[in-house]
């Protein structure tokens, strides 16, 4: 049974500052809606739908702090849980510290979201969060890969590009999120490691970086990201989809 005096055991941060650009123009994609409810809302919902999350922190565009604030208290959220807007900053990794920051000192385990993946379900968030309780430093949900890899050399966009490599795909995984991280080690990480250019888009790669072990579990075909105007499709038919089956 957890101690009444540690409230906020697990916290998740969502780092929702981005503009999208791949969505095309308008709204940031955070605020996108999807079955007529902001991406950045599901993924809210889907984190406090876990009885172990106790905090959400949603970090919000530098300027756009209020109207997130808004936006969270204008949608029915999980009562149990609570939550939190702050500003974020010019890179992912630096709205992720900063989520970090506004963490209480009580938190031992944090799971980093990506708002554009608004449909994970309970289970995997769950997952997650006992890989780290179960002594994990670092925990990323992933999923074999369908396709076959190559490395290239990078060329000019649309000229054809010559392969170095062949991975073997038996090897390879496609991380998702939410990756679950212990409190300190997370911390630890974005204060040690450098990162250059726009920053590190992936949490786990900086405790790689640390040296400090980092476990994958299974992921779940329906977290994945919106990014591009066909995901934003596929996730109206899998919502659709479910509130056909579940009746929410």
Known sequence: MSDPSRPY????????????VRLGPGAPKALRALGGTPMLIHAVRAMAASR????????APPDGAPEVKN?????????RTDYLVVPGGDTRQESV???LDALPENISVVLVHDAARPLVPVDMVDAVIEAVRDGAP???????????????EPGAPGEPEPVLGTPERARLRAVQTPQGFDHDTLVRAHKTVAVGGE??????GMVERLGAPVVVVPGHEEAFKVTRPLDLVLAEAV???????DGF
């Open 9 to 20: 055991r697990t916290a998740a941060v969502i780092p929702a500052a981005g503009r999208g």
């Open 52 to 59: 172990s999350v106790s905090l959400v922190v949603v970090v």
């Open 71 to 79: 936006l969270l208290d204008e949608h029915a959220l999980p009562e």
């Open 97 to 99: 510290r900063l989520g």
């Open 138 to 152: 670092a925990v990323v949900p992933a999923l074999p890969l369908a396709d076959t890899v190559k490395e290239v």
């Open 199 to 204: 920053g590190a888009t992936d949490d786990a």
């Open 239 to 245: 919502l659709a989809r479910r509130r056909a089956n």
